[in-house]
């Protein structure tokens, strides 16, 4: 466990450090020590740890979007999808049934 002493009017406190990028806590550890600390809060810090969780799902979502709209070649590759689309070339894509039994 990460640990950061407190020096304070003499005495010494030791106290749970949260994990941050430079501690090379696996995804696992980091899910498992979140999970526990949220187990620890009152109703209403539980409410508004899931507003900021909520928040930063969508700041992903909408990164990961940015991300793509940004890519020139995805674009590119995204409107001529939907042209075929739009002209019936079913040739061009693969039915779900197909990408499942690859799967």
Same mark, same amino acid.
């Given at each position: ?31 498992e ?9 009152s109703?209403?810090?539980? #409410?508004? /740890?899931?507003?900021?969780? @909520?928040?930063?799902? !969508?700041? %992903? ?12 070649n995805a674009?590119?590759?995204i #409107?001529? /999808?939907?042209?075929?689309? @739009?002209?019936?070339? !079913?040739? %061009? ?11």
């Open positions: 466990m990460n640990e950061v002493v407190v020096v304070g009017r003499g005495s010494m406190e030791i106290m749970n450090k949260l994990p941050t990028s430079g501690d090379n806590m696996s995804t696992i550890e980091c899910r020590k979140v999970l526990t600390k949220i187990g620890m809060l109703e209403s810090k539980l #409410k508004s /740890a899931l507003d900021f969780v @909520e928040y930063l799902t !969508e700041k %992903e979502e909408w990164g990961a979007t940015q991300e793509i709209l940004s890519d020139g674009m590119k590759n #409107k001529e /999808a939907d042209e075929a689309w @739009e002209d019936k070339r !079913e040739e %061009e894509f693969i039915s779900w049934e197909a990408v499942r039994k690859d799967v």
